[in-house]
């Protein structure tokens, strides 16, 4: 049954009679009771969202806009009109998304240009409550070039015009693009002077955007900070705002911004902004008196500040209990809701998530570089549970802090032998490594890189599990961070490795492959790929075996290399492999037979870089080396072709290494 919107309005005002008046009205010409109707319809909505929703459906945003957009309507009516429609933005995210798809938000935006003060404050005010919304459409902030510029002319004209303003821009700027249009704008000489201003409703969101535009931006970091309030430099007024007079938003909004700046490179990590006032700041907003939300932005931010800074990392481990403090968080909820009370209980759960996440991202940064604190976060009580059930999280956030924390404890040689061997973590890491997503198996197979070194216990029955052919796969992806770390497991792999291990990954990995590798356009990959080939070509047996499957493929890679512009580490790296092949019975004689690659080797010899002299000289011992059989020919080749005699003038090298490596080589010449 269809119902008539004429009714429906009357269940908005008391009475028939006021309600078709009401109606007539506002589609009326009259433009006074046009207006008496668009105020009482403000009333009407004002904090009632079922009557929001009912004037919505009635199609009133229509009416409304077209007021807005007729100049010839009074000021009175457009302004109240852009009241109403603010006060509809306060509903339901669905009513947000009805008023974007109405076309509300362009329309306000050009009645910025209004010379009407009042007019532009409700307009402002409708926009605040669309762009801080869920369903915000951002983009549309961008459309016009001049909606920005104009936006920081008029902020100074009130209050309101500050306080919506940098609401706006607080929440509209979310790429480094955004970052880059409001600064080259002048958004830092607009909005610096309204933190010092004496209304909190305007120093907040004036703070906020300071934040999201110094995240990760080394240049607008650095404009602000040079910048300065009445002389004064607008880092100390951030150091201000930290005090504990301040409000807990506040002051881990201006310890977030400091943050940012030293990530930034804009302040150093030792400056005593950072260590005495932004640092203590977030480790006490990780405390229990704070609430869960922000015990949890504090972490979080402690965790980007520290992430990189062995020095802030030592400081942090010893300040205020944060050790013990953080491991709280994954014991959170410390006491078992009642299944009755289901909104406590997914309160709870939500939070014991975010919680957990944020713990172990901390943890993480933490035990980056120093092996005690590593030794202390590894003490703290079932921690290495949390850590490994973290892995099995159903949360994507809580896996991938548990992946991150536990690659940083990886670094630890002590820990791969103790505590990853008593939990067996290769177990659920080879599991999530089987359907993560990119940036989970960037993280994931990082701290499988480390578990597959020679000393590590876990790597016998990682390779039994299938980890080959899980970083073979991994070589072949399109991102170059992947592709690395699945041939520095590789290598890893490789070191020392009994030649059955060795053949299992020659075999999954395919010769194509490997010399697709080999020419790699990103250098950290290609300088991996030398590292697995020269831990392959290790040990005699296995050096012939392998060049004898694949010794006109591996040489003409390697000339390649060496002919081409490579940097001096590639280079050095290839003659290392060189030095390898002639240490083996046989497949010295790939050298041996081939004088271009002679040629290159004694051209090295000579060469102005002394690691590369020293990485050619070893390939001539080698060679010559006299207790192997052939000695004689080779030698007497290698005479006849000069080295002898360059090895005689590098005699003469200052470099100690050089020298001690020429005089062997001298004496295996008979």
Excluded at 23 to 49: T, W
Excluded at 145 to 172: F, K, N, R, Y
Aim: with cysteine; proline share 3%.
């Amino acid at each position: 049954m269809l119902m008539d919107t004429s009714d429906m309005i009357l269940d908005t005002f008391p009475g028939d009679q006021a309600g078709r008046e009401y109606m007539e009205n506002l589609y009326g010409e009259d433009m006074d009771r046009v207006l008496h109707s668009v105020v009482k319809l403000k009333n009407a909505v004002i904090g009632n969202n079922k009557q929001k929703f009912h004037m919505m459906s009635l199609g009133v945003v229509a009416r409304l806009l077209e007021f807005i957009q007729n100049e010839r309507a009074a000021t009175g009516l457009r302004t109240e009109s852009a009241i109403v429609l603010g006060s509809l933005a306060k509903g339901s995210q669905a009513n947000v998304k009805r008023l974007v798809d109405n076309g509300v938000v362009p329309v306000l935006l050009r009645c910025l240009n209004n010379p009407d003060l009042k007019f532009v404050e409700g307009c402002l005010r409708c926009l605040r409550s669309i762009f801080t919304s869920q369903a915000a459409p951002v983009d549309l902030l961008y459309a016009d070039p001049g909606v920005v510029p104009h936006m920081l002319d008029i902020v100074s004209q009130s209050p309101t015009t500050q306080e919506c303003v940098c609401s706006i821009l607080a929440e509209c700027c979310k790429t480094s693009d955004h970052q880059g249009l409001l600064y080259s704008n002048g958004v830092i000489d607009s909005l610096a002077p309204l933190l010092a201003s004496k209304m909190y409703k305007v120093q907040m969101p004036a703070l906020r955007v300071f934040c999201v535009i110094t995240y990760m931006n080394e240049m607008v970091s650095s404009a602000v900070a040079s910048a300065s309030v009445s002389e004064r430099p607008l880092p100390d007024l951030l150091v201000e705002l930290c005090l504990r007079d301040k409000s807990v938003e506040m002051q881990m909004s201006a310890a977030k911004c400091l943050t940012y700046m030293c990530r930034a490179n804009a302040l150093s990590s030792q400056d005593t902004k950072i260590v005495y006032k932004a640092l203590p700041t977030l480790i006490r907003m990780c405390k229990k008196d704070r609430t869960l939300e922000e015990r949890v932005e504090g972490a979080e931010t402690l965790a980007f500040l520290i992430e990189v800074d062995l020095e802030l990392q030592r400081i942090a481990s010893y300040s205020d209990h944060l050790i013990p403090t953080l491991s709280e968080f994954l014991r959170y909820p410390s006491t078992q809701t009642t299944a009755m009370d289901l909104k406590r209980l997914d309160y709870d759960m939500k939070h014991s998530h975010e919680l957990k996440a944020a713990a172990l991202m901390a943890f993480a940064s933490l035990g980056a570089n120093d092996e005690d604190i590593r030794k202390k976060i590894i003490e703290t009580e079932n921690l290495m549970d949390h850590v490994v059930c973290g892995l099995s999280d159903p949360v994507v956030r809580v896996r991938l802090a548990a992946v991150r924390c536990l690659h940083s404890l990886s670094r630890s040689v002590q820990q791969l032998r103790t505590s990853f061997q008593d939990h067996a973590v290769w177990k659920p890491l080879m599991k999530l490594l089987q359907n993560a997503d990119d940036d989970m198996l960037t993280v994931a197979s990082s701290t499988l890189c480390n578990l597959l070194l020679e000393f590590s216990p876990s790597k016998e029955p990682m390779l039994e599990s299938g980890a080959v052919d899980l970083l073979c796969d991994l070589t072949k992806r399109d991102d170059p961070a992947l592709r690395l770390n699945g041939i520095w497991a590789l290598m890893n792999m490789a070191f020392q490795a009994e030649q059955k291990v060795k053949s299992q990954i020659l075999a999954a990995l395919g010769t194509d492959q490997l010399f697709k590798l080999l020419s790699d356009p990103d250098v950290n990959v290609l300088m991996k790929t030398l590292g697995l080939l020269r831990n392959l070509l290790s040990n005699k047996p296995h050096i012939d075996h392998i060049m004898g499957m694949h010794g006109q493929q591996i040489m003409q890679a390697i000339v390649l290399i060496l002919e081409g512009e490579h940097t001096i580490e590639v280079k050095e790296q290839t003659l290392c492999i060189l030095a390898n092949i002639s240490d083996g019975t046989t497949a010295k004689d790939f050298i041996m037979a081939n004088d271009d690659v002679l040629k290159k080797i004694t051209n090295y010899m000579i060469h102005a870089n002394v690691r590369l002299q020293i990485a050619a000289t070893f390939c001539i011992s080698n060679l010559v080396w006299n207790e192997e059989e052939g000695a004689l020919e080779r030698q007497m080749k290698l005479r006849d072709m000069g080295v002898q005699k360059l090895l005689q003038q590098l005699l003469s090298s200052s470099d100690t290494v050089l020298f001690d490596k020429v005089k062997t080589a001298l004496q295996q010449f008979t």
